[in-house]
């Protein structure tokens, strides 16, 4: 048996493009008669690029047949700019239940990172509901398919507060239960684990759903289980979700009914107040809010008017440590103390290396220095190339001058 | 007033030693400032918390429970019958599971208020004050009336020096045995060496490439590479700029605000 004879210039003439001066060719046309289909390397190539981002990344696991050339024209380029779309989950195959800290009605990035943990589990069928303490605002966009306000508990009064959560997950028959291990978060699923009789598996820091592993006697070793119902997550383990926004449908369950207290003795916490950190005496380790002084200041007492006047915690490098001028614990630095600040103010600080290693946890850094190529400057969001010597009184007298605006 | 420190059998987590914790330490401190306070320990070797003697304790009460065994029953029936006004237990153990399951339980079988996280604790008998730690500082201060079981804070004062005559001089009581626990069916554990995991890096972009990682991860990208820089401004000018960029982040409370 012989196979028909190939006949190449046909072949080429057929797919030459009519009317050009210069002969061109059509390669991507696929070829009548005989032989297999010609491939080509650059369609397949651009058909494998994620739209819409401005450096070129390529989805290797969509195979591209190689006689389907025009995928790159089924992808629109519009598709990137439109504003995503709500993922809606009708009949999740079962609930995956996140109860997250929120402060002030917020979530916080642990509690993003629940969301995240909760999502890894629910896959593709299973959904993420959250159960919050009163309204709390930006569940969709982290991760939440199904959202279950309960009633904010008023005051401190944990025990109504385990009633009510415990009461609603009994309600809801989520598969899995997971909490931030935070201070709060932490507690409320050891309440609720020993209120249902269920164990509790603390601190995870692989959560999948073939298996938790969190670490213990002392991080010697690590245990892994698979995911039993309640569940705490360790913080900064787990990354956030990072998909489309989802719906959080809100729910309703109907067996909410808050039993209050059933206790014999019901009024145990006589009160229960707030003390905030005073900033002076927290330790620097502590500290929400540093400045910071170091050996580009010679005016230590406008220093102390100024930390003073932000209600900030006084810190310094360690030259001036050493010399006697601030005491020994308000030392920044590698050997000094590390920092977990939100922001750090640095005044006539060089940024030698020891010191910065104290402030690599902090967000934000604010630096006044006279030398503009000190690498605190480089470190700093908002830099200024000034004598310190100068700005401190002016800071002092913009304060003074708001507080008598307001007064 | 009656004060029970619960003490375990903890683990150095550096060298693996056997060290009372000091989240436990801390907790017999707050416990000596009150009062008398008497230590329980349900293990299979007293031994292991000799060292509470020498840190505040006079007196340590064991209950003999054998290894791998459920502390719990055993705890709480002993409570029960020593009735004290204050518990307090470290958050979390040391060298075990570090679950810090205990003392709710031990609050569940005994109809106990727990307050957790506690740094200090002050008042009588009828009416007591502890203060919570809430992070960073803060505190939540809490009056509870009635017998109550307080897990300790490791922000709560340091412990006191080990004092070598005291521990020589303390005692430790066997005040029993547990009766022949009942074998709980114990969920399927899997244990290997710990590995350390990647930490997670605060604002790296998703898919970004290694070198995006890197300066996110050593903090020189984010805030740093966006930041302002003011060369020479006028004084006055950089002071508006400061405070409008610390009130931006939060951490000054807003002009307003502050004159209330
Ligand atoms: C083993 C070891 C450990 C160390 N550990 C630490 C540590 O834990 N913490 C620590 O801080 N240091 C530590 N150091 C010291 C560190 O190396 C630096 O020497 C120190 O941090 C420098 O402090 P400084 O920035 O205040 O002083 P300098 O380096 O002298 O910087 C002063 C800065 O102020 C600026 N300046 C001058 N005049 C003015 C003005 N009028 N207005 C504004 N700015 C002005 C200058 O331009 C300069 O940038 C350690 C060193 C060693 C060897």
Redesign the interface.
């Known amino acids: 048996m012989t196979r028909p004879r190939r006949d190449p210039r046909a072949e080429r003439a057929s797919i030459q493009v009519a009317g050009e001066a210069r002969p061109r060719f059509d390669r991507t046309a696929r070829r009548t008669g005989s032989g297999r289909p010609r491939r080509d390397p650059r369609a397949e190539r651009a058909g494998q690029r994620v739209a819409g981002e401005s450096r070129p990344r390529y989805d290797l696991s969509q195979t591209v047949r190689f006689d389907a050339a025009v995928i790159t024209e089924a992808q629109p380029k519009t598709a990137a700019v439109a504003p995503p779309k709500i993922l809606v989950l009708e009949n999740p195959a079962f609930l995956v239940a996140v109860v997250p800290d929120a402060p002030g009605g917020r979530l916080s990035s642990h509690d993003r990172q629940v969301l995240g943990a909760a999502r890894a589990l629910a896959g593709r069928e299973g959904g993420v509901a959250i159960l919050t303490l009163g309204p709390c605002e930006g569940v969709g966009p982290a991760g939440a398919d199904r959202c279950l306000p309960l009633e904010a508990v008023e005051g401190y009064d944990p025990a109504s507060q385990t009633a009510r959560v415990a009461a609603a997950l009994t309600a809801l028959a989520a598969r899995h239960v997971l909490f931030p291990e935070s201070l709060d978060g932490g507690d409320l699923a050891r309440r609720v684990a020993v209120r249902l009789g269920e164990p509790v598996f603390t601190n995870a820091e692989v959560v999948a759903a073939n298996g938790l592993v969190r670490p213990a006697k002392g991080r010697r070793v690590e245990q892994r289980v698979a995911p039993g119902m309640l569940a705490t997550v360790a913080p900064d383990a787990v990354a956030e979700y990072g998909g489309p926004p989802r719906e959080a449908r809100l729910l309703s369950v109907d067996g909410e009914a808050p039993t209050p207290s059933p206790q014999k003795n019901p009024k145990r916490i006589v009160s229960a107040a707030r003390v905030p950190a005073d900033p002076a005496t927290v330790p620097l380790a502590l500290a929400e809010f540093v400045v910071s002084a170091g050996n580009g200041l010679t005016d230590l007492d406008t220093f102390r008017q100024v930390v003073a006047a932000l209600h900030a915690t006084p810190g310094a490098s360690r030259v001036l440590c050493d010399a006697g001028l601030m005491p020994r614990h308000t030392q920044v630095g590698a050997s000094g103390t590390v920092l977990a600040a939100t922001c750090y103010f640095a005044l006539g600080i060089s940024g030698a290396p020891q010191h910065l290693q104290g402030v690599a946890g902090c967000e934000h850094v604010v630096a006044v220095n006279t030398d503009l190529h000190a690498a605190m400057i480089e470190r700093a969001g908002l830099a200024i190339v000034q004598d310190a010597q100068v700005v401190m009184p002016a800071l002092l007298r913009l304060l003074e001058q708001e507080a008598g605006e307001n007064a | 007033m009656k004060i029970v420190v619960l003490l375990s059998a903890g ?3 550096v060298s ?1 030693a056997p060290v009372l914790p000091r989240m436990e330490a801390q907790a017999i401190r707050i416990a000596a400032a009150l009062g008398e306070a008497v230590g329980l320990h349900a293990g299979p070797d007293a031994e292991a918390v000799r060292e509470a003697l020498g840190l505040g304790l006079t007196h340590i009460e064991h209950i003999a429970v054998a290894d791998g065994l459920d502390p719990v029953p055993a705890l709480a029936a002993r409570l029960a019958a020593m009735a004290p006004d204050l518990v307090l237990a470290g958050r979390r153990g ?8 205990v003392p ?2 031990l ?2 079988a005994l ?1 106990l ?2 307050i ?2 506690v740094v200090a604790v002050s008042g009588g008998p009828d ?1 007591l004050t502890l ?1 919570q ?14 017998p ?1 079981l307080a897990t300790v804070h490791p ?1 709560a004062a340091a412990p006191l020096a080990y004092a070598f005559g005291k521990a020589r001089r303390g005692t430790i009581e066997l005040v029993g045995a547990a009766a022949k626990a009942t074998d709980v069916p114990e ?9 350390r ?1 990647p ?2 890096v ?1 604002g790296a972009p ?2 970004g ?1 290694a070198a995006e990682r890197l300066k996110a991860a ?3 990208g984010g ?2 590479t ?8 006028d ?2 000018e ?6 409008a ?2 009130r931006q ?5 807003d ?2 605000k ?3």
């Not at chain 2, 969920?187 to 590995?195: H, I």
């Not at chain 2, 966006?226 to 401004?233: F, Y």
């Not at chain 2, 950089?238 to 405070?243: F, K, M, Q, S, V």
């Not at chain 2, 982040?249 to 409370?253: D, Y």
């Open positions: 683990r150095h987590p693996g040391q060298g075990g599971p570090e679950s810090g399951i709710y339980a609050a569940e109809d208020l727990l957790p996280d009416t203060d730690s809430l992070g960073r500082g803060a505190l939540r201060r809490v009056a509870v009336r009635g109550v922000d969920a399927v554990v899997e244990e290997r060496p710990y590995r995991r930490k997670l605060k998703t898919g490439s050593t903090g020189e805030s740093a966006k930041g302002r820089l003011l060369v020479e401004p004084p006055e950089a002071a508006r700029e400061i405070l960029h610390l982040i939060g951490v000054l409370a002009a307003s502050s004159a209330k």
